[in-house]
């Protein structure tokens, strides 16, 4: 019986392991801690002691990360998964995304794939404080959430300037500087309209585009924090990063395959988050593929999950994190059963959301506790007019469209606002039934 319940234990441990996304012992790992903790268990608890906590003051101890509720040390980091799946949507895992802030106030966003915007926003940060995105490849489910990101600022309250950082492309129509030029004639109207109804200055673009074959090159130096650029395998002009301040090291890959660039320049470093893929025969399985674009697409275009750990016992981060596949009780266990073929050391199995604090002592891994009703946050400075309404006059069409008992209700509802805010707004589309022709 006492060898049937053993056994039970470690079961749960370890599926309970796999699921969180914290897979980082072996089967055998878990026996070994699990009878352990039996027999110890009473020895334990005796030195503790009952803790008794407070029936109606917040509870002393949280195994989960509040956004906005914990200031950052001065020599901490914490990294925040904003997006760690596939370009495969899903409600569970955004698109590619990951955001680093630092004690020194600083905060920086690798890659913005599909749905990481939502995730950015539930975090309750002020876009003012997120001005600068490193993009490490120009795939959608890297970068397409950026368009977004950035043309609705000013309606979420950003006013600050966007810093874009991108690898150059093999033919210059295909780099970073080419790409945001054409965001910005394809989303002109977009742009127009927004500037049109709230405070433009968000719409500034500051594009700095690297060469993709520099090796660890610092392309950001700024406020004792340095970020180097690595070359990545993945249909070429993809890079990886390396990110460096006040003695901690953070590597992240977009997509890419294992490279020796990393193996040297990422060795060591606190955090490593690295792409990682299903086994080609669940991605048969799972997304219709045949047997050559499975091995293609997960092994030559992605980094298998073999593969990851062989290149993270070369290097031996303090943690190495694997991410972009669909995290899942079965998804989970394959992967992480791959990877320990070949790599042994502090394992976290990514999942949206995910947050790591890193210090000099060492990387301690939680869940953040997303806000699903989030508003925008409060504006950091003092805003200023539309300057570009004149791009938009009011035509005879508009006014010859405009429901005139409809309009004269509205206007009456500008005239309370103004009556009770001390105000003096002109409602500028439904004023003009009671306004002069010119």
């Known amino acids: 019986m006492r060898t049937f319940l053993y056994a039970l234990l470690v079961l749960l441990i370890a599926v309970g392991a796999f699921m969180t996304g914290k897979g980082?012992?072996?089967?055998?790992?878990?026996?070994?801690?699990?009878?352990?903790?039996?027999?110890?268990?009473e020895a334990i608890a005796e030195q503790q002691g009952p803790k008794k906590w407070s029936s109606t003051?917040?509870?002393?101890?949280?195994?989960?990360?509040?956004?906005?509720?914990?200031?950052?040390g001065a020599d901490e980091m914490r990294v925040i998964a904003c997006g760690t799946g596939m370009p495969q949507p899903r409600l569970k895992q955004a698109a590619a995304c990951y955001l680093v802030e630092l004690g020194n106030g600083e905060k920086f966003i690798f890659d913005m794939g599909e749905g990481s915007y939502e995730r950015i926003m539930a975090l309750g940060i002020p876009l003012d404080q997120l001005?600068?995105?490193?993009?490490?490849?120009?795939?959608?489910?890297?970068?397409g959430d950026f368009?977004?990101?950035?043309?609705?600022?000013?309606?979420?309250?950003?006013?600050?300037?966007?810093?874009?950082?991108?690898?150059?492309?093999?033919?210059?129509e295909w780099g970073t500087e080419a790409w945001?030029?054409?965001?910005?004639?394809?989303?002109?109207?977009?742009?127009?309209?927004?500037?049109?109804?709230?405070?433009?200055?968000?719409?500034?673009l500051e594009v700095n585009e690297f060469d993709w074959k520099a090796v660890n090159k610092v392309i950001?130096?700024?406020?004792?924090?340095?970020?180097?650029?690595?070359?990545?395998?993945?249909?070429?002009?993809?890079?990886?990063?390396?990110?460096?301040?006040?003695?901690?090291?953070?590597?992240?890959?977009?997509?890419?395959?294992?490279?020796?660039?990393?193996a040297e320049h990422a060795k060591g470093v606190d955090l490593a988050i690295h792409e990682c893929f299903i086994p080609p025969e669940m991605m048969m399985a799972r997304y219709g593929f045949t047997p050559g674009e499975a091995v293609f697409v997960g092994t030559q275009g992605h980094t298998a999950a073999q593969a990851f750990g062989k290149i993270m016992e070369q290097t031996k981060p303090v943690k190495a994190v694997c991410y972009h596949f669909q995290n899942d009780f079965d998804t989970a266990l394959a992967v992480h059963s791959a990877i320990r073929e070949t790599y042994s050391g502090p394992l976290d199995l990514a999942t949206d959301f995910m947050t790591w604090n890193v210090t000099k002592?060492?990387?301690?891994?939680?869940?953040?506790?997303p806000n699903h009703d989030a508003y925008p946050a409060p504006i950091q400075m003092v805003k200023q007019p539309p300057d570009s309404a004149a791009e938009f006059p009011f035509s005879a069409f508009d006014r010859e469209s405009i429901d005139v008992p409809a309009a004269r209700v509205t206007n009456q509802v500008i005239k309370k606002f103004n009556e009770e805010n001390g105000t003096n707004v002109f409602p500028a589309y439904t004023g003009m039934v009671d306004k002069p022709e010119n």
């Open 57 to 72: 003051k917040p509870y002393p101890k949280h195994d989960v990360y509040y956004p906005g509720t914990e200031e950052l």
């Open 131 to 143: 001005n600068k995105v490193f993009l490490g490849h120009l795939h959608l489910d890297h970068a």
């Open 147 to 172: 368009p977004a990101f950035y043309f609705t600022g000013p309606v979420n309250n950003r006013l600050t300037p966007v810093r874009l950082w991108g690898p150059s492309g093999v033919k210059p």
């Open 180 to 204: 945001a030029d054409f965001m910005v004639k394809m989303w002109a109207w977009e742009a127009a309209t927004r500037g049109a109804a709230v405070d433009p200055r968000g719409l500034q």
């Open 361 to 369: 002592d060492g990387v301690r891994t939680r869940m953040a506790v």
């Open 24 to 41: 980082y012992l072996n089967p055998g790992d878990v026996a070994k801690s699990t009878i352990s903790t039996l027999h110890s268990s």
């Open 220 to 262: 950001y130096d700024e406020n004792g924090v340095k970020v180097r650029t690595l070359p990545a395998i993945h249909g070429e002009q993809s890079v990886s990063f390396v990110l460096e301040w006040n003695g901690l090291r953070f590597a992240f890959s977009s997509d890419t395959l294992p490279t020796r660039w990393w």
